[in-house]
């Protein structure tokens, strides 16, 4: 096992009813900004909640937080926090609005000329400073809530970048599993797809003799696997949600990507396909996947073979066939919660792939992935293999 430190203060209050507590949780006197998106928080009434569990605190609201938060947008947040003297922040939504509301929390009290240099010159400059965070997680999915990543758009550019910052860790975050009952399906399955990608990014890679993380991984790919389909063929199931829920938490809290060798060449090549096209965070990373597991399947060969043994009970044949039968299981699963996997799904030709090309060639980037030998030759041949 590698050298590793472990961090990760966030306070989770989970289930049902838990929104009440968040006149505990914040305190008396804050100057909260409410930041949400296009609205579901006031037809699921998670709003109505929140609002009369801060009964008698000094709210500010900010809506319209675009799914694929808007640099843009949050810019105008930052303006109205600095306006109004802003001393805390309340994420209300999926994670988009978590994640843009981490970067309002950065950007309001950035030094520097520009806050977009946070995302644009990520690892030459720090983020040494952020308001605080609190969050009502929406949409299990990002494990935003318990992370301290987030992702931002900038629209006029179609760039789409990270930043991570221990100072934008949530205080706490709430988790009531009943926000699952009213998303639509398809946020349901991009949910379930992106948090299993999140745990192949830290497992899929190669063995450092890490059994906790392997095994933690296992059971969070097995849970969603057996959960997923009944949050789907029952909505208002509680306790598949809230197996759903506390899931995809798990799976990007950092605890199963401790002391391993980790990978995200499916996300950095997802997030260039929503900034071309718009395609959803979910969606992309099932579109990658596969095309990585089929190029990169001998140096992944050990984790693959694991993987297909323990989650997916494959155990005949000799490797090769294993790792073919793997892949195919991994995009069935896909494939069963109503997620396509080629880019002609999605509208999309060859074109795309100088274009993904370039953006990491502009940005110096020559290799990926956990072995660090993912070339901007292979990213054109993964988007080539999963076109149609
Ligand atoms: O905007 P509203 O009206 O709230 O509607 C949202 C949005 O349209 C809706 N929704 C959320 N909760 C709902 C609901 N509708 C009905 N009932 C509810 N309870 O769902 C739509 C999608 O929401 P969004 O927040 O965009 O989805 P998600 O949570 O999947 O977040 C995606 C963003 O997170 C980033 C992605 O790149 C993308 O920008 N990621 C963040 C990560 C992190 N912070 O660690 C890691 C991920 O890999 C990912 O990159
Ligand atoms: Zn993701």
């Not at 990373?285 to 089929?294: N, R, T």
Request: charged letters at 25%; hydrophobic letters at 45%.
């Amino acid at each position: 096992m590698n050298n590793f430190e472990f961090y990760n203060p966030v306070r989770i209050c989970f289930g049902k009813g838990e929104i009440a507590k968040l006149s505990k949780l914040v305190s008396k006197g804050a100057n909260i900004l409410l930041a949400y998106g296009g609205g579901s928080i006031k037809r699921n009434g998670v709003y109505d909640q929140v609002i009369a569990a801060l009964k008698g605190f000094k709210i500010i609201e900010f809506g319209g937080i675009e799914a694929n938060p808007h640099y843009e947008t949050l810019m105008k947040a930052v303006a109205v926090v600095k306006e109004h003297k802003i001393d805390f922040l309340l994420a209300v939504g999926g994670g988009s609005v978590l994640d843009g509301t981490k970067f309002i929390a950065a950007a309001a009290l950035w030094e520097g000329s520009d806050p977009w240099e946070i995302l644009s010159r990520r690892g030459e400059v720090n983020v040494e400073k952020a308001l605080p965070i609190g969050t009502v997680l929406t949409l299990p999915a990002t494990g935003s809530e318990m992370n301290g990543n987030s992702v931002v758009t900038r629209w006029e550019t179609h760039d789409k970048l990270a930043f991570a910052s221990d100072h934008v860790l949530p205080v706490f975050s709430i988790l009531d599993p009943e926000v699952v009952f009213s998303l639509p399906q398809i946020q349901v399955a991009n949910g379930i797809v992106d948090a299993f990608i999140h745990v192949m990014e830290q497992y899929l890679t190669y063995p450092v003799n890490a059994p906790i993380q392997d095994r933690f991984a296992e059971s969070i790919l097995t849970t969603l696997i057996e959960e997923g389909p009944k949050v789907f063929a029952d909505r208002s199931s509680y306790d598949a949600a809230a197996n759903f829920m506390w899931a995809a938490t798990m799976a990007l809290n950092g605890l199963i990507g401790v002391g391993v060798p980790q990978d995200w060449a499916t996300h950095m090549i997802g997030h260039e396909l929503t900034a071309f096209h718009g395609i959803d965070h979910g969606q992309t990373l099932c579109i990658v996947l596969p095309g990585i597991m089929k190029l990169k399947r001998e140096n992944k060969k050990e984790k693959i073979l694991q993987y297909g043994e323990r989650v997916w009970k494959i155990t005949k044949g000799n490797a090769d066939e294993r790792i073919d039968a793997t892949i195919q299981k991994t995009i069935e699963f896909f494939e069963s919660v109503g997620i396509k996997t080629k880019l002609a799904d999605y509208g999309v030709g060859s074109e795309i792939i100088p274009k993904v090309v370039n953006r990491f060639i502009e940005r110096g980037i020559k290799v990926i992935g956990e072995r660090g030998d993912l070339t901007t030759d292979d990213i054109a041949k993964i988007l080539e293999m999963q076109l149609k």
